[in-house]
């Protein structure tokens, strides 16, 4: 779908080509895979007191420095990776979600083998997205009893930097919620994405 009309987009994204392709092709489109998860909800920690514009900028450095946000990888990282990744200026270089990141590779572990990490997360929507219905950015929540509900169980399971409000913006960018507004063109392009039977 390509529109160049920006009125039809959710307003957020601007009009910087890179936050534009980012809503159009991305944003609120179901993500099933693990390790694809992984990548997400690690750069949505990072982006934590950041715009999501920074971290998008970066990412290709993220991939570069993280081996591709493979957790078996990253979860065998000790200090010197973080004393390395800590010099890297292609990325944010926060020492503490540097760390939280590879104790969060070392959960993603634990959690794959439980019962597969997609599963686990897509467990709190019932394994189907949720379509919200909002008119205006301000109907937007910042967080809802699923994202809470998601952060406290991530917490238990060895994650960091992942409040509800983290965790809100990580469902929403993996399409496990559909906040596109109403009058977004792109509102229905997710649904060809979600399968029609739940996890």
Not at 22 to 27: I, N, P, R
Not at 34 to 42: A, H, R, S, W
Not at 99 to 106: C, F, T, V
Request: glycine residues 8%.
């Amino acid at each position: 779908m390509e529109k160049t009309d920006n009125s039809t987009r959710c307003p957020w994204c601007g009009t910087d080509p890179l936050y534009v392709a980012y809503h159009d092709l991305e944003w609120g489109r179901p993500e099933r895979d693990g390790q694809k998860l992984f990548e997400l909800l690690i750069l949505e920690a990072f982006q934590a007191g950041l715009s999501w514009i920074t971290i998008l900028r970066k990412r290709d450095s993220f991939r570069a420095a993280f081996q591709g946000f493979d957790p078996k990888i990253i979860a065998t990282w000790a200090e010197p990776e973080v004393a390395r990744l800590v010099q890297d200026p292609g990325i944010i270089r926060h020492r503490g979600k540097i760390e939280a990141a590879i104790r969060g590779a070392q959960a993603w572990l634990r959690i794959e083998a439980e019962q597969g990490f997609s599963p686990f997360l897509w467990s709190f929507t019932g394994g189907q997205p949720i379509l919200n219905h909002p008119i205006r950015l301000s109907d937007v929540p910042g967080q809802t009893a699923q994202s809470q509900a998601m952060s406290k169980a991530l917490k238990a399971k060895g994650f960091n930097f992942v409040g509800p409000t983290i965790t809100y913006a990580f469902m929403q960018a993996a399409g496990m919620v559909n906040d596109h507004l109403a009058s977004c063109a792109f509102r229905d392009a997710p649904l060809a994405f979600a399968p029609q039977t739940a996890i």
